[in-house]
């Protein structure tokens, strides 16, 4: 359950010298130990001893925890610029009284220990007023998930000259026989816990920045097991015997260009758009992009629905009948060793929304991560694969549940579980498609 609430102020203390106050609130969830934990902060209202608060969703879990009797705390502050905030008061409530709404009982006097204890004729530091509060039910990952929604995924891999010669072992496509190389790391580290949110195992893999055989042409978006007709590969093991083939027969060139792949997958992606399918795309590179212009734009036009796409069919063989429903929402992921990553956290857009042309993404759908972040020390390539992989998957739960508000889409009625649908098993609730701070089990 998702709560939201608006609140005001009246006559708050006055901090600031040559002002009022700019008052926010904190809100804290008690804890079993006695403790209290910051759950949320609200804006701050600059000069303004009546301040209205702008209205803020909060999960009910994160409020209470499951006990809608457990105290919840409200501290209410001054902010000033260095951080040494001005305590004005305090309040307690829980989620039951606040689920009340806007009554007589929902009406807080700010108090301050310290100036009650200090002044005998003290009543308290201003009043907090709950103005709305409603509960809404949003539904989970896992809803749909158990309805049928499957995670469509897709590779890209670069096969520019930047990453050496793969017969040398400073080469990142270095075959060596004893140990896998870093793109198939983390093709291997991601793969093999998205694939189970797909049934039939079907993953189509493109490399890019390659000059092919026989006439030496360049290729941006080529597919890996040499059928233009059909790129899809058979499981991870697939891509990855795709992968190793196509570094035997391509010739790495360049330049490094992300947009003509993007946008293949963007095509098959937008075909059909009830939701019951979501695009993944990752996008394993070593350098700076070279056509940035365009690959800001091919996002942006992602993240609006794919309105722009250039008219192309897709290359995908049976797109519809390989999936019947696709979705128009595609996430894009990208491994990169380079020095230079200022210009793919501008592409991750979690500071500042990617633009093109003066258009801004309608939503942050790229995640970035620096691959040589994630090597472990000692070498162990497992416990590295398991870190890479929780943060490449982190968003994808989040971001899925954001596209299907947006379109208004609800999960479908749970499968029955059958050996061959996917499962949300111990296996795969464990996965990275889990939240932050759950382990990985790849």
């Known amino acids: 359950d998702i709560a939201t609430m608006q609140l005001c102020a009246n006559k708050l203390d006055k901090k600031d010298f040559f002002g009022k106050s700019d008052p926010f609130l904190v809100f804290y969830r008690s804890n079993e130990d006695g403790t209290f934990t910051i759950c949320h902060k609200t804006e701050v209202i600059k000069n303004n001893l009546n301040p209205v608060w702008q209205p803020f969703t909060i999960p009910v879990r994160a409020l209470c925890n499951g006990d809608y009797d457990r105290t919840v705390k409200v501290d209410v502050y001054d902010w000033d610029r260095d951080g040494s905030h001005d305590f004005i008061g305090e309040f307690t409530t829980s989620y039951r009284e606040l689920s009340r709404g806007q009554s007589q009982f929902n009406v807080y006097e700010v108090l301050n220990p310290k100036k009650k204890g200090k002044k005998k004729k003290y009543v308290n530091s201003g009043t907090v007023t709950l103005l709305s509060f409603k509960v809404e039910s949003e539904y989970t990952f896992v809803d749909f998930i158990r309805g049928g929604t499957q995670l469509n995924f897709t590779v890209a891999i670069d096969f520019t000259a930047s990453n050496g010669n793969p017969s040398q ?3 990142l496509h270095y075959m060596s026989p004893y140990q896998m190389n870093a793109y198939a790391m983390a093709l291997k580290a991601v793969g093999e816990i998205i694939q189970d ?18 006439d030496g042409k360049i290729s941006h978006a080529f597919p890996l097991n040499s059928n233009t007709e059909n790129p899809n590969c058979v499981g991870i093991d697939g891509v990855l ?8 027969s391509v010739q790495l060139y360049g330049p490094t260009n992300f947009a003509p792949v993007i946008n293949q997958v963007a095509r098959c992606a937008a075909e059909v758009t009830d939701g019951s399918q979501y695009f993944v795309l990752l996008m394993i590179t070593d350098g700076v992009i070279s056509d940035m212009a365009q690959t800001k734009e091919s996002v942006v036009n992602l993240s609006t629905l794919f309105n722009n ?7 995908r063989q049976h797109c519809k009948a390989h999936k019947e429903d696709l ?9 990169n060793r380079s020095i230079e990553v200022r210009a793919m956290e501008e592409l991750d857009g979690d500071e500042v929304r990617v633009s093109s042309r003066g258009r801004f993404a309608e939503r942050d759908i790229v995640q970035f991560v620096p691959f040589r972040d ?32 947006s379109r208004g889409i609800e999960p479908r009625p749970p499968l029955p579980a059958t050996s061959d649908s996917p499962s949300m098993s111990s296996t795969t609730t464990s996965t990275t498609a889990a939240p932050k701070d759950r382990n990985v089990h790849a």
């Open 241 to 248: 015997e795709a992968y190793f083939q196509s570094l035997r």
């Open 374 to 405: 994630y090597i472990d020390r000692s070498g162990n390539q497992v416990l590295s694969m398991a870190r890479l992989a929780k943060d490449v998957l982190a968003e994808i739960p989040d971001q899925l549940l954001s596209f299907m508000k």
């Open 169 to 171: 072992p400073t080469s």
């Open 327 to 335: 979705s128009d929402k595609l996430n894009l992921f990208i491994a």
């Open 197 to 214: 949110y797909d049934s039939d195992k079907l993953f189509p893999a493109y490399g890019f920045g390659a000059k092919l055989p026989p």
């Open 309 to 315: 796409l250039p008219e192309e069919k897709c290359q």
